[in-house]
């Protein structure tokens, strides 16, 4: 289950699958000699809710790939993690990565954002969504403000985040790739696990996707979901300080028998937002360690 929110080039480039290339065989992944597809150099992608976790992790795989990065957040400054990766991204990989502070319900603020990004570089390239919240309630006690506040973020907030970025890849004529973060709780239910409205709310986003990659395919515009499983980060290792069942438990529920790591959807992000996919579109990649194909 996708968890931000309340669960969210020369030296390094043969080594990171970064964007840098050197001649013959020690050519890098994404360089002019080897899987060229996956190179994103020249291109502009903005990640939200890239401030930490699933979202920064992906960032910096872009980051390796040659594109220039905007993380959109919330958080009034990103986490401590991310100076060192803009650092890296400045020194070892010829590209940066930037912050922008933005709530995606401030839909007039989120459109400026991205208009004045693509302007200042006269094109927009991709979109990583990864931008959401979790709250755990009984059904029964779930308010219709903690319903609506998921719905608002996770759906609402996903679709005018998509619509910003959409609008200035028609404007310059170039298409493009969105990813919009789902999960595998949008297609089943977690056992254990009391979260109605994020399931729903998920269960939407790819739906969402499907909607939007049918409209757009038009503009060239891609539309695909990534759907993870369970993610530790900081924040469900502080959840599993409360119920530590679920430490327990959750590993024996996929076939792989272990929880993943944010590291482990880097690829998939380069894979989507690169040429590498470019007959792929409306599509959900389910990443969950094969929990919902028992």
Do not use: C
Request: charge should be neutral.
């Amino acid at each position: 289950m996708s968890t931000n929110g309340a669960l969210n080039g020369a030296t390094n480039g043969a080594t990171n699958g970064g964007p840098a290339a050197s001649n013959g065989n020690n050519a890098a992944v994404g360089s002019p000699q080897r899987l060229a597809e996956f190179s994103l150099s020249n291109k502009v992608v903005l990640v939200s809710g890239g401030a930490r976790g699933l979202g920064l992790t992906q960032a910096e795989a872009l980051l390796e790939a040659g594109a220039t990065v905007y993380a959109l957040d919330r958080l009034p400054e990103p986490s401590s993690e991310f100076h060192p990766i803009a650092e890296r991204a400045q020194k070892e990989l010829g590209t940066s990565l930037h912050y922008r502070q933005v709530d995606v319900r401030d839909v007039p603020s989120l459109n400026k954002i991205v208009e004045d990004i693509a302007n200042n570089h006269g094109r927009m390239d991709g979109l990583i969504a990864a931008a959401g919240i979790n709250h755990e309630a009984p059904a029964l006690e779930y308010s219709a403000e903690d319903a609506n506040r998921m719905f608002d973020i996770n759906i609402t907030g996903v679709f005018m985040t998509a619509q910003a970025v959409a609008k200035q890849m028609v404007k310059f004529g170039n298409g493009g790739s969105i990813v919009l973060i789902a999960s595998m709780s949008g297609t089943v239910a977690n056992r254990g696990l009391l979260a109605t409205a994020y399931n729903a709310s998920k269960a939407g986003v790819i739906q969402l996707a499907r909607n939007l990659a049918a409209e757009w395919g038009v503009h060239r515009i891609r539309v695909n979901t990534i759907s993870p499983g369970y993610i530790v980060t900081a924040m469900v290792e502080e959840l599993f300080s409360h119920y530590p069942e679920r430490k327990i438990a959750w590993p024996k529920e996929n076939m792989l028998q272990r929880l993943s790591s944010p590291r482990e959807y880097r690829g998939a992000a380069v894979f989507l937002i690169s040429e590498a996919s470019s007959f792929m579109t409306g599509a959900d990649l389910r990443m969950d360690g094969g929990h919902a194909a028992w």
